[in-house]
């Protein structure tokens, strides 16, 4: 089974500025993949990065990268330079029948 | 439209009346998933399906709940004798089974817009 949690239920973070989603996860398996996905208001999820726990290197998605630390089980999502179309629910997700962290509110502040 | 597609988007029912949501999800997309999400809170997760195999529930799930993958297609969701506490918004989700991880892990799910359920 996997579980994942994200301990910030809300962040601010000024426009253009850098800001870090924090998310661990528990799992028993060596080989998996976790997620962010990210959910506007009123609107559809949609998958913000990817990262394949066996391959080393972080994954990065234009201003969006992951800081992956298999062995501490931490999966944090960095958002470089902010935009207010940034504003919305993220969630860490885990490949294991895809369950979903609780979420933090991001809000852009301009 | 090839991405997944949920109906209705809305239903208002009174208590005690049974729903049923549907769900298409992407046509190659063996796995598909049901989540129930309130108000600020994360999709909490209800059951899933490979093909037409419902593989597991959650406790969440309670015996007012079915639902239902005939051929291994488009997926339905049915709630009985509806509750207010049923009210929410209950999307769907759909993936292709994928390597390489030895679990079969989905590398990436694809969501519908949702049902949202007012149960009144």
């Known amino acids: 089974a996997q579980t994942v949690t994200q301990s910030q239920p809300e962040m601010s973070v000024q426009e253009a500025e850098t800001v870090t989603l924090s998310c661990t996860y528990d799992?028993?398996?060596?080989?998996?993949?976790l997620f962010w996905y990210k959910q506007p208001p009123s609107r559809q999820m949609i998958l913000v990065i990817r990262?394949?726990?066996?391959?080393?290197q972080n994954a990065t998605e234009n201003r969006f990268s992951v800081n992956f630390q298999k062995a501490a089980k931490s999966f944090s999502l960095k958002i470089s330079d902010s935009q207010l179309g940034d504003a919305a629910m993220y969630f860490c997700?885990?490949?294991?029948?895809?369950?979903f962290g609780s979420g933090t509110k991001l809000n852009v502040k301009p | 439209d090839t991405g997944v597609s949920q109906d209705p988007r809305h239903k208002i029912t009174k208590r005690g009346q049974n729903v049923t949501f549907r769900c298409d999800p992407i046509?190659?997309?063996?796995?598909l998933y049901w989540y129930r999400q309130t108000l600020g809170q994360g999709p909490e997760f209800l059951t899933y399906?490979?093909?037409?195999?419902?593989?597991?529930k959650s406790r969440l799930l309670s015996d007012r709940f079915s639902a239902e993958r005939p051929k291994g297609s488009f997926s339905t969701l049915e709630i009985q004798r509806t509750e207010q506490g049923d009210s929410a918004m209950y999307l769907c989700?759909?993936?292709?089974?994928?390597?390489?991880?030895?679990?079969?892990?989905?590398?990436?799910?694809?969501f519908g817009q949702g049902t949202r359920l007012t149960v009144v």
């Open positions: 799992t028993s398996e060596s080989d998996y993949y």
């Open positions: 997700v885990g490949d294991n029948k895809f369950y």
């Open positions: 046509s190659e997309h063996n796995r």
């Open positions: 989700a759909s993936s292709s089974l994928s390597g390489p991880t030895p679990t079969g892990g989905t590398a990436e799910a694809f």
């Open positions: 990262q394949e726990a066996y391959k080393q």
């Open positions: 399906f490979q093909n037409e195999a419902q593989l597991e």
